[in-house]
């Protein structure tokens, strides 16, 4: 079974922080990762991904990718209190369609 | 991208009911899925297609079956349904340009 596993927080940062959130897998052959913003009572929405060691930026976001240390996390800057949500790390095993997910990790932003 | 349509918010049924899910997209990708979202355990799948009347079963296929007779559409099916069904249901079409995944609005499916 491959799996992902993440921070179980909750996390909680004030206003304009740094947020750090970090995922670790279990199939080295992974290709392809995700991360989803999910707002209570919402289904997940897209925020990044990332395909490629190293960090990878999109405004406030960035991602960042360590294949040999099987290793992925999502930074979020200037941390605004809309940021808050519960954040999904998904990632595409080798060989295989499917994402698999982890737990998620739920963050809140205090004003 | 892709628009992935869920045709109930909200569905209440009984305990041994049969019950259909159904997800449509509005492009012609090949890859659908079904998850179901539950608290403490996450998102699993349910099944998935990679194209018509495709299927292969994900890590949770008991009680359930699908349908893909058309590119667009991929139904889930409850057989009998139980309260251990009772759970937030995703839709999800992968796209294949950019990889990404895109969830429809999902079913939020309770049994009594």
């Known amino acids: 079974q491959k799996e992902v596993e993440q921070n179980s927080g909750p996390l909680s940062v004030p206003e304009g922080a740094i947020a750090s959130l970090n995922c670790t897998y279990s199939?080295?052959?992974?290709?392809?990762f995700f991360w989803y913003r999910q707002y209570s009572g919402k289904s997940p929405e897209l925020i990044m991904s990332?395909?490629?060691?190293g960090d990878k930026e999109d405004g406030r976001f960035t991602a960042q990718l360590n294949k040999a240390s099987q290793y992925v996390s999502l930074l979020i800057r200037d941390s605004q209190p809309s940021d808050s949500a519960t954040y999904l790390c998904?990632?595409?095993?080798?060989?295989?369609?499917?994402?698999?997910f982890g737990k998620g990790t739920k963050l809140t932003v205090n004003p | 991208d892709v628009k992935v349509t869920q045709s109930s918010r909200y569905l209440v049924k009984r305990t041994g009911e049969k019950v259909f899910l159904e997800c449509v997209q509005d492009?012609?990708?090949?890859?659908m899925f079904w998850y179901r979202q539950d608290p403490g355990l996450g998102l699993r799948l349910i099944y998935f297609?990679?194209?018509?009347?495709?299927?292969e079963k994900g890590d949770i296929p008991e009680g359930y079956s699908v349908s893909r007779e058309k590119k667009e559409r991929f139904s889930l099916i409850l057989e009998s349904a139980s309260t251990n069904q009772t759970s937030m249901y995703l839709c999800?079409?992968?796209?294949?340009?950019?990889?990404?995944?895109?969830f429809g609005s999902g079913t939020r499916l309770t049994v009594v």
């Open positions: 998904a990632v595409n095993p080798g060989g295989s369609e499917k994402l698999v």
């Open positions: 990332i395909y490629s060691n």
């Open positions: 492009m012609d990708h090949e890859n």
């Open positions: 297609s990679y194209d018509v009347k495709m299927k």
């Open positions: 999800v079409v992968r796209e294949p340009v950019d990889y990404g995944y895109t």
């Open positions: 199939d080295r052959v992974s290709q392809s």
